[in-house]
């Protein structure tokens, strides 16, 4: 049986991976940050059938006592402060968390066994201004403290790679989205008003820039294109991605049509969520992932979008009762 250590296990990504690793016949362990409420519920379906361990990414001597006891033949690193608006307001505790985490997590796997295989979460906000369609050979230039930071765990990972012969490889993932995205993220936060409007329960919906354009795919997809990743013969970095870019107002726009409203009625800009620089553009381009991996994203954009909307209108019937 093979074991895997999951960063972040507790987040989307992290739940969708463990859950597959698991179909997939492995001992999963997971690092969870210490909280003194329930933090757990993504994972509350198989909590009984992973192996957690409190840790934190800031905190090396702890990593590195839980690499020795998981002795795992997999890491997949996905912790990260990842609301990249947030990180103007903490940049400092972003920088530390997600790019000298992944470092403390790197020297921790590699003083255990330099033949342990790591994936490591890179993020399309390293591209920022880059001009679409961003693929593997495009030149980063991230706008955010997070895609700084990302940039920086990114080229970490490579130079362990590089120096140390380990291997390591980077999904360079554009936005991942699901029903267990955390509501404070732009699309649930889209998907809970529009279901909770629906239904009586709020009115109004705040947001900042309509016309920026991602890449938007669905995290189980993801999750797959990372096992696939450390199955490989030879590490690699590879952006994962659909090749479908939409706007904010695109997604209002079907997440409010798929409960029959109008979104102009409800939908008000608030200058508080406008980031001070802003990632105009982003799509990228997967060729390399299909051709070298096999992968490919199986969820479109309006399938998803509804998805999302379908799982909010339960929870609010719940407030409803």
């Known amino acids: 049986m093979r074991r895997a250590l999951v960063t972040g296990i507790t987040g989307q990504l992290g739940s969708y991976l463990a859950e597959l690793l698991l ?15 329930f933090n757990t519920g993504r994972i509350d379906g198989i909590f009984d059938r992973l192996h957690l361990h409190h840790g934190d990414m800031s905190d090396g001597i702890g990593l ?19 609301h990249v608006r947030v990180s103007f307001d903490q940049p400092e505790y972003t920088a530390d968390v997600v790019a000298t985490g992944t470092l403390r997590l790197l020297e921790a796997v590699r003083d ?11 993020s399309s906000e390293m591209f920022g201004s880059a001009p679409p ?23 970490y ?25 955390g509501e404070t993220f732009v699309t649930r936060k889209v998907t809970r008003a529009a279901a909770r409007i ?23 997809d993801a999750v797959d294109a990372m096992w696939r990743m450390l199955q490989a013969d030879q590490p690699d970095d590879y952006v994962i991605a659909t090749g ?25 800009i608030d200058p508080r969520y406008f980031r001070p620089s802003e990632v105009d553009r982003l799509c990228g381009d997967a060729s390399k992932a299909k051709r070298k991996l096999g992968w490919r994203p199986t969820v479109p954009f309006v399938d998803l979008v509804r998805t999302m909307v379908d799982h909010d ?9």
């Open 157 to 181: 990972a490579v130079n362990y790679r590089e120096a140390y012969g380990m291997h390591v490889s980077c999904g360079i993932l554009f936005n991942t989205e699901s029903p267990r995205r």
């Open 198 to 220: 629906k239904l009586g329960l709020q009115d109004k919906l705040y947001l900042g820039n309509l016309s920026a354009r991602r890449d938007w795919g669905f995290a189980g």
């Open 23 to 37: 179909s997939k016949d492995y001992e999963v362990h997971g690092i969870i940050r210490r909280s003194s409420s």
């Open 112 to 122: 255990h066994d330099s033949n342990v295989r790591v994936y490591q979460a890179s």
């Open 313 to 321: 209108l339960e929870l609010a019937k719940q407030e409803v009762r």
């Open 64 to 82: 590195r006592r839980i690499v020795e006891k998981a002795k795992p033949d997999e890491v997949y690193n996905l912790a990260a402060q990842s």
């Open 244 to 268: 479908e870019s939409h706007s904010v107002y695109e997604f209002v726009a079907a997440a409010f049509q798929h409960v029959d409203l109008y979104w102009e009625r409800h939908v008000e």
């Open 133 to 155: 369609p961003q693929n593997e050979e495009t030149p980063f230039h991230p706008r955010s403290p997070y895609g700084v930071a990302k940039l920086a765990a990114h080229y």
